[in-house]
């Protein structure tokens, strides 16, 4: 099983009060799944999203990706094995804005590569998104729906096995949305990736093979 949660439990606490977000989260996703999620703002989807990319912790529960158990990982071995195994595509790009969209996308490669290959790499990712004319271009020069390409090629550059999208598609137009979606699933179809997808869109959470609703802090499928 490429994603096992197992009674996952998450709260934090705010000005002194505990707030429960996640309180039994279950689900197992085999290799090259495809699942949505949904559910009302504020119901934990983002907390989620952060922790099977492995940002946060559970409080409780187990966390296995790719059979590896996450819990018995160190602060170190965690933040490596999430570089390899996980990509993940906020609704906000997070691009650096001061950098290239082919230096946005070779970032993640240049710690234990060699520069050129790096960028080669990278080149080649930004070709397969569609970006191959728009290289050298910064963010504020591109459109939101190239720099969610940008967003995506980076993601994927390191070749993860589990692929995260938290509302990748918010911002953008229905059409915009819709070709950024097809480009995703066409990406992770091709790289056998297993991919979740957070949206408010039910149409777009429908082109997913298996649905999930996020409801009291625990998941239902649809």
Excluded at 145 to 153: F, K, M, P, T, Y
Aim: glycine share 8%; aromatic share 4%; charged share 25%.
């Amino acid at each position: 099983m490429m994603l096992a949660l197992s009674h996952i439990a998450k709260s934090y606490t705010i000005e002194g009060r505990t707030i429960p977000v996640l309180r039994d989260v279950n689900l197992e996703l085999p290799a090259g799944a495809r699942m949505s999620l949904i559910g009302k703002s504020g119901a934990g989807k983002s907390t989620l999203i952060s922790l099977i990319a492995t940002i946060e912790r559970p409080d409780a529960g187990t966390l296995r990706i790719g059979g590896e158990d996450t819990a018995a990982m160190n602060d170190r071995k965690l933040s490596r094995f999430r570089n390899a195994m996980v990509g993940i595509v906020f609704q906000f790009h997070h691009l650096l804005p001061e950098f290239t969209a082919l230096e946005n996308v070779a970032m993640p490669l240049l710690i234990g590569r060699r520069v050129s290959e790096a960028f080669s790499e990278a080149r080649a990712m930004l070709g397969r998104v569609g970006l191959a004319d728009r290289l050298e271009h910064k963010p504020a020069e591109l459109s939101g729906g190239e720099q969610q390409r940008v967003s995506i090629a980076r993601a994927l550059i390191m070749r993860p096995k589990v692929l995260l999208l938290d509302e990748p598609t918010g911002n953008l137009d229905e059409e915009t949305g819709l070709i950024i979606l097809d480009l995703v699933l066409s990406l992770a179809d091709e790289h056998k990736l297993t991919t979740l997808f957070v949206t408010h869109n039910k149409s777009f959470a429908r082109r997913m093979e298996r649905n999930y609703e996020l409801k009291d802090g625990m998941l239902w499928p649809l």
